[in-house]
């Protein structure tokens, strides 16, 4: 049997199918970690997200989207990377949002842990 390739998978995700949305991210699950790496270390100042949670959360982002076309492996990563990107905004308004309920930055590193839950 042969190995799906990318564009085999991109089109059976985009169709529906849950088993090639897992199979895809399965197949580009380190390069997608080394990139969630990258996306905190360049904009994740001050986000309590880690890496595998970040990608995580994309993978739930994207494998949920309905019209996300993607023709080629680049596109794809490049739209992974727009999402991990928007994840880790999202995250750093909500703490904000929890800080400024406070009236002042957390100081100590266990009141930022008490601000994140």
């Not at 897992?22 to 100042?45: I, P």
């Not at 993607?70 to 992974?80: E, G, L």
């Amino acid at each position: 049997m042969e190995k799906p390739t990318f564009s085999s998978l991109v089109a059976s995700m985009e169709s529906g199918d849950r088993v090639a949305s897992d199979a895809l991210f399965a197949a580009l699950y380190e390069e997608l970690h080394r990139m969630a790496r990258r996306e905190l270390a360049r904009r994740g100042s001050g986000v309590t997200l880690g890496a595998t949670t970040l990608l995580h959360e994309a993978y739930l982002d994207i494998s949920v989207r309905e019209r996300a076309a993607f023709p080629d492996r680049n596109r794809f990563m490049a739209y992974a990377s727009r999402v991990m990107r928007g994840l880790i905004l999202a995250n750093r308004t909500r703490l904000a949002s929890l800080y400024s309920a406070w009236g002042r930055q957390p100081r100590s590193p266990m009141q930022r842990l008490a601000v994140a839950r």
